[in-house]
């Protein structure tokens, strides 16, 4: 992580390192347990199943705080989040998928210290989620 990506250091096109992590039971149970969110789809295979879903699946906190990390690995400790959304579930991201997180840098307001971001999830299954942000990063 660096201490800080500057507002100069940041030209649009350019590609956030992505982040990959497997998609495994014990990964959903302890997060929905933090977040208090024990809907039985997001941690049981037969409930998620009966829905319509391939397995128990990462509900929006999990794939909001990947974001959330791609975003503070990128532009380092200093730099601040100014909105994260919207968010797009578009496929279930499920147990045994692994998924990478990526993102790109769509504009760079030099002048107000910000840049808008476009990420997105991927499974084998394609493009599975996308949300945007906006980031202030030091002058």
Known sequence: MSDGLAI????????????SIPITLQRLVMEAGANRDLSLIHHDADVARATGAPDAFANTYFLMGMFERLMRQWAGPRARIRKI???RMMIFNAVGDTIAVKGTVESVDADAGTTILQMWVESDRGKTVTCSAV???QH
Do not use: Q, S
């Open 8 to 19: 100069t250091d940041v030209k649009p096109g350019e590609e956030l390192p992505a982040i």
């Open 135 to 137: 980031v202030a990063l």
């Open 85 to 87: 959304g919207p968010l």
